[in-house]
């Protein structure tokens, strides 16, 4: 019963995607191993689908009649830079609306983070037939506007400022590929509209302590000069947290793990130098106070070079 876990799982694929490339250049975003060229710009629109009409309560699996289904949209906006060959920047602001379509609650729709990060291709070598990378990428994010986060499910974010690290390791032979990435999201306390909680015990301030999080990705793929495809496994896990009490609400500060199968396909028009297509989806195999949801999402990428060129 999680629309913060329908979000965050956005933040690790959507808000992550950004772009492309004319030419020998292709899309890229902070969890791949794709790097935009020096002086190149891409611009992005995302738009994306979240649903979900089953949760785990803990570890039991249960419906949510009071709820119905629990859909998000979200439309993202987002531009990533190549300040040179192996430093690439980006920044994206999502608006997202949530809805249930039962009970009496209604959704929130608003701006929600402002995200960005820096992308640094730290160590590329030939090994065999095949390329071996790594990448570092600092990326962090704040609120952009005053939604609330202590109306999960239909809150459309946690309201923290996070800060997160991620190491990506890629090796690809010819147009083949295989990838695994590990990030550590560091967030900040946040404050509710009410002066006292419960946890697992009594809290009388309005202050709540957010859990850290990290994740695991795993993917590989097939990558060209017009078609990309790409399946993903991924494996969340919050550093602390409880459970959601039996028949209660969700909780900002709960222990939201999830285990994540997805689908990235991109293509590229030869004819129209820059422009790019991609769309893909995620499904929660397995949580633990998280809802069981299905994505899908959509982008229309543009990139184009801020100097001329002999």
């Known amino acids: ?27 890229q975003t902070d ?6 060229p020096k002086n190149y710009v891409c611009a992005a629109g995302v738009y994306t689908h979240s649903q979900w009409d089953h949760y785990w309560e803990g570890t039991f699996k249960r419906d949510a009649p009071n709820l119905g289904t629990v ?22 602001l999502p608006y997202i609306s949530t809805n249930a379509s039962a009970g009496t609650l209604r959704g929130e729709h608003n701006l929600q983070d402002v995200s960005a990060y820096v992308k640094w291709l730290a160590v590329k070598h030939e090994i ?4 071996l990378s790594l990448h570092a990428i600092l990326s ?33 032979v010819s147009q083949f590929f295989v990838a695994g990435a590990y990030q550590y999201v560091r967030r900040s306390n ?25 994740n695991y990705l795993i ?8 078609f990309n495809a790409e399946a ?20 900002p500060s709960n222990k939201m793990n999830s285990q994540l199968a997805g689908l990235i396909l991109k293509y590229t028009f030869t004819k129209i130098p820059g422009l790019e297509l991609t769309a893909g989806g995620n499904y929660v195999l397995k949580g633990r106070n998280v809802g069981q949801s299905r994505s899908f999402y959509g982008g229309i990428y543009y990139i184009f070079n801020t100097r001329k060129e002999k």
């Open 190 to 214: 946040i404050t509710i509209d009410r002066n006292s909680y419960y946890t697992t015990e009594m809290h009388y301030t309005n202050e709540v302590q957010m859990p850290d999080v990290s």
């Open 71 to 92: 859909s998000s949209n979200a439309y993202m906006l987002g531009f990533v830079y190549g300040l040179s060959n192996k430093i690439n920047v980006s920044v994206a």
């Open 219 to 226: 993917s590989a793929g097939f990558r060209s000069l017009q």
């Open 128 to 131: 065999g037939k095949g390329s």
């Open 140 to 172: 962090g994010s704040i609120p952009a506007s005053n939604y609330e986060a202590d109306f999960l499910p239909l809150s459309i974010g946690l309201h923290s400022k996070n800060v997160a690290l991620r190491g990506l390791l890629n090796y690809q």
């Open 1 to 27: 019963m999680k629309h913060s876990l329908l979000y965050f799982y956005r933040c690790c694929i959507v808000l992550a995607v950004c772009l492309t490339l004319t030419k020998h250049v292709q899309a």
């Open 31 to 36: 969890a791949d191993a794709l790097m935009i």
């Open 232 to 251: 993903t496994f991924t494996q969340v896990d919050t550093h602390g947290g409880f459970d959601i009490r039996k028949n209660d609400n969700p909780f």
